[in-house]
């Protein structure tokens, strides 16, 4: 069976920039389908820190107030190279409407959004979930505009005719690989391989730990409701050889990097199984659109998992791009209008993309040095230590690039305050 649907926009993909999108084209009486390939949002997910700029646009959507607490706060940042505290970052001293970073589980995450498109604007927003692109449609054969999707569904074949479509497929797009935009795939010298284990009772749980030994280093980051996701660095295509050591080496190196998790992961790890590795590289792309296609998101700008920028740049992106989409079908809708909004985007967004990217390899470099390079990597974050404006300014441009500063700064909570 041939289903047929028609829309001003088709979004393939239903993760974080995906459904922002939807949501904010469907509040502007754009009529929207996205594209979804899961059946459900309940998927094992590793991007569940959502930066404070992202917490405010989320807040002025309206999705926070879905969420039911369902995410968590975190109020410091503490950096441990070598056995000693080189660095600690209180966000509660930064001035801005929203200052902490939040971890927030993305099956509520996308539940929340999918629920407030659906309930909230249900003329002009479809989800349909099961549903796999497999080609681009396109206006007079190959290399014409794109004029929507087809999908594989388990009822059959979908055709989602629309004036734009949006990849929004993440990191291994494949709307970007059926488009033929050119890219480039940067890998970087190191994979990590991530776990989550039981949070230890010992540590607070509004704080995010960098964990630093040499050349190696670890992400601990608490997970709402009781866990702790855990990150660690191994050489670039490593893992084959770290599984061939069997796992006391993974017990090892965690030993030098978090003591107090030696017990919870001999019990938690008990094959390779409960363990995943995550490819690390970024990807550049020239131009994130061509005639009827726009890319958004990791299949615009593929981003390293420091400080989180994934699920913040995706949304920064469709808060973004949606107005700009509003005013091209205002304008027309027809392939000049909506080909201007698309570059407009770009130019929009390709700067702080480029400045966050920056902050992450620079911290990527720091993270690989050892002996002497490790010694000034522990003197360069002291001297950061010591200013709570360098502080500022460093992670502002990560964290804060879209709030502006307020005149006070945000009263201290006690840690077991749970939003």
Not at 287 to 314: R, Y
Request: net charge neutral; hydrophobic share 40%.
């Amino acid at each position: 069976m041939t289903t047929e649907l028609t829309a001003d926009v088709c979004v393939v993909g239903g993760g974080p920039a995906g459904l922002t999108l939807a949501v904010e084209l469907a509040k502007r009486s754009v009529s929207v389908v996205v594209v979804e390939q899961s059946g459900h949002f309940d998927r094992s997910f590793r991007g569940e820190s959502v930066s404070p700029d992202s917490v405010w646009l989320l807040d002025k959507l309206g999705v926070l107030g879905r969420l039911d607490g369902a995410y968590q706060q975190m109020h410091r940042m503490e950096i441990v190279d070598s056995g000693s505290t080189v660095m600690r970052a209180d966000f509660r001293r930064f001035p801005y409407p929203h200052p902490y970073p939040v971890e927030m589980p993305q099956p509520a995450l996308l539940s929340a959004l999918a629920a407030l498109g659906q309930e909230e604007h249900p003329e002009h927003f479809t989800l349909v979930r099961r549903a796999t692109a497999t080609r681009l449609l396109r206006a007079g054969g190959e290399g014409g505009p794109v004029t929507g999707v087809v999908a594989r569904t388990p009822e059959g074949e979908l055709t989602v005719h629309a004036a734009l479509t949006v990849a929004a497929d993440g990191r291994f797009s494949k709307v970007r690989e059926m488009s033929g935009l050119p890219y480039t795939k940067v890998p970087l010298e190191r994979d990590v391989v991530w776990l989550k284990l039981p949070f230890p009772s010992e540590w607070d749980d509004r704080t995010y730990r960098i964990r630093i030994r040499g050349d190696q280093h670890g992400l601990f980051i608490p997970t709402h409701p009781d866990s702790v996701r855990v990150g660690f660095n191994i050489p670039k295509g490593g893992l084959k050889e770290l599984r061939a050591q069997g796992l006391p080496a993974l017990y090892e190196r965690l030993d030098g990097l978090a003591p107090e998790l030696a017990g919870s992961v001999r019990s938690e790890i008990r094959s390779w199984s409960d363990t995943s590795m995550l490819d690390i590289f970024t990807t550049t792309v020239p131009s994130w659109s061509m005639p009827g296609l726009v890319l958004i998101g990791d299949a615009a700008h593929t981003l390293t998992p420091i400080l989180g920028q994934g699920v913040n740049h995706a949304i920064i992106d469709a808060v973004t791009l949606a107005p700009l989409v509003r005013d091209a079908i205002d304008a027309g809708g027809d392939e000049a209008a909506l080909g201007r909004a698309g570059a407009e985007f770009q130019r929009a967004r390709e700067e702080s993309v480029a400045k966050s990217r920056g902050l992450q390899l620079r911290q990527e470099r720091l993270f690989a040095l050892h002996g002497v390079g490790g010694i000034g990597r522990r003197s360069l974050y002291r001297v950061m230590d010591r200013s709570q404006k360098l502080k500022q300014r460093v992670l502002a441009g990560a964290y804060f690039q879209l709030q502006k500063p307020g005149p006070h700064v945000v009263e201290a909570q006690s840690p077991a305050t749970r939003v």
